[in-house]
Every structure is written in structure tokens, then in C-alpha cells.
């Protein structure tokens, strides 16, 4: 996804305070003020949180030989010979450039009025020419709100959420992207947060951005990741008797009996190998 390369835009001046169409019930605490406007010490706690992270975050990849892991003969895809090495996101150093230097002070802000920790935020990290801020599930909503309603951030639009499962050997190997876009400033930033497959939930972001319902039902349906709150958690993709999740990276691949003289298709390390 590539980063627009728009000028700056001013932050609004004049006129009535812009405010949230929300209900009061939906509404969360504190207020939708100028954050960049905010000093003090708490902002620069805050600042000093996203800056230098108080908590790694933990590997997202291991090393891997094969396609589908398999060693020896049986594996027919070509890919027998592929080693995948291991990704780890690394923090980023200011500046870290472009608009994302005012964003992350712009969130600080926010976050320090909104009484939201600095640990809240555990990294954050520019790459691809994008930046993302790696959250904790506990305040992951809180951080949503202050990214869509603080008028120095406006990202009014969740354009993607998607799940990651990293396969097993990796702590905390399940992961939600969540894509937000300012349609107000031109901007895109990343959200990310990981859970385990023992503790698989993330509180549901409807409430925050409805577009989330398709998106949190889909992440369900193929990782097997609950989202608490979520007002009708069903399967979108495949039936709903249907057991399993299989965009993990666990599930079994093939094996799947279909109507044709009985046949099954075999998994890729149960298949004959011809060389």
C-alpha cells in the first residue's frame, strides 16, 4: 500500500468544534479538542512512550525450509528448496519522516488526554513506506477512538482489517491489521495487535467503525480469532457447521473428500514425489 504523497494540510481553524455523530451511549470518555494544543507533562509521557517503546514486541516469524514444512520426499509443489527467513518488526528512530513524525505526536497528544498510557503503544515501526503502531489489546479500542474522533488525526475510514497467523513456534502468533485512512489530511497509518491461539479474542471495533462487522466476521471465519462485543459473530465464508479455520497456518492442506468416484485429494506432504 502506497503512502499519498500529498502536501501538508492545516489542521481545521474557526468555526463550530467538530464532534462525533455517535450516541452518547457509543461515546467515549473525554473530549475531542485540539490534542496538538495540548502541553504539559503528560503529553510528553506520552510522546516518550511512542518514541521508545517500554515493551518489545515479540518475533512474527521463524525460519522456514519448504512450502508447506515438509522434509524428505513428497512434496510436489517445487517449492521443496525455499528457505523463508524470520521477520521481526524493529522500531523505528525518529524523524521518521513525511507526516508520520506529526501523527505520532498528534497521537501522543491525544493519548495523554484521553488518560490513555504511554504502554499503550508497544512499537512503532516505519517500513514499506508506511508507519505501524503495535497496540495492546487492553486499549485497543480506547486508541481507536482517539485516531478516528481527535481533529488532529480524523482517520474516519477502517479500509481494511485483516488477520495474520504466523504458525506455531511463534509466541503470540495471531495478529489484527487494522488499515485506517484520513480521508481529512490524505493519510493511512497501521494498527496492530497479537494474541495467542489460547487466548484468541480482540474486543469487536464496530462500535468505533460498522464497516468492521464484514471484516471481524471474515478474520473469525478463516483465523478463528473471537471479537468480543460484535453484534452477530457468524462464519461469512464457509458453512456454518463447518469445523476449523483454514487461513491457519495448522489446518490441513488438502485431504478434502470431493464427489468424483469416491476420490479424495491428498494433502501436498502425502503426495507421491516423482524425482
Not at 463550530?16 to 455523530?21: E, G, L, R, V, W
Not at 523463508?84 to 528512530?93: D, H, K, S
Not at 462487522?213 to 457447521?241: C, Q
Amino acid at each position: 500500500m502506497s503512502t499519498p504523497s500529498s502536501p501538508q494540510t492545516p489542521q481545521p481553524a474557526g468555526g463550530p468544534p467538530q464532534t462525533s455523530i455517535d450516541s452518547a451511549a457509543e461515546k467515549p470518555s473525554g473530549t475531542t479538542s485540539d490534542a496538538s494544543a495540548q502541553g504539559g507533562e503528560s503529553t510528553q509521557v506520552a510522546e516518550h512512550g511512542l518514541q521508545r517503546p517500554t515493551s518489545p514486541v515479540t518475533a512474527t516469524g521463524l525460519e522456514r525450509t519448504g512450502m508447506f514444512g515438509v522434509s524428505g520426499s513428497g512434496d510436489t509443489s517445487g517449492f521443496g528448496g525455499l528457505v523463508t527467513a524470520p521477520n521481526t518488526p524493529i522500531p523505528a528512530e525518529r524523524p521518521y519522516g513525511g507526516y508520520f513524525d506529526e501523527v505520532a505526536d498528534a497521537l501522543a497528544a491525544a493519548m495523554a488526554q484521553r488518560s490513555i498510557p504511554p504502554q499503550a503503544i508497544l512499537q512503532t515501526t516505519v517500513a514499506h513506506q508506511e508507519i505501524t503502531f503495535y497496540a495492546t489489546r487492553d486499549h485497543l479500542i480506547a486508541l481507536l477512538w482517539a485516531l478516528r474522533d481527535d481533529p488532529s488525526l480524523r482517520f474516519e475510514l477502517a479500509s481494511s482489517i485483516s488477520g495474520v497467523d504466523y504458525g506455531p513456534g511463534v509466541p503470540r502468533r495471531l495478529h489484527v491489521v487494522y488499515e485506517l485512512t484520513s480521508m481529512t489530511y490524505r493519510r493511512r497509518v497501521r494498527l496492530e495487535v497479537a494474541v495467542g491461539v489460547d487466548d484468541a479474542h480482540v474486543p469487536s471495533a464496530v462500535a468505533v467503525y460498522p464497516t468492521a462487522d464484514w471484516h471481524e466476521r471474515e478474520i473469525w471465519d478463516m483465523f478463528g480469532i473471537m471479537f468480543s462485543g460484535h453484534p452477530g459473530l457468524t462464519r461469512i465464508l464457509m458453512p456454518d457447521d463447518w469445523v476449523g479455520h483454514p487461513q491457519r497456518k495448522d489446518y490441513p492442506l488438502g485431504g478434502i473428500p470431493v464427489e468424483y468416484k469416491g476420490a479424495e485429494i491428498p494433502a501436498p506432504d502425502q503426495r507421491r514425489s516423482y524425482s
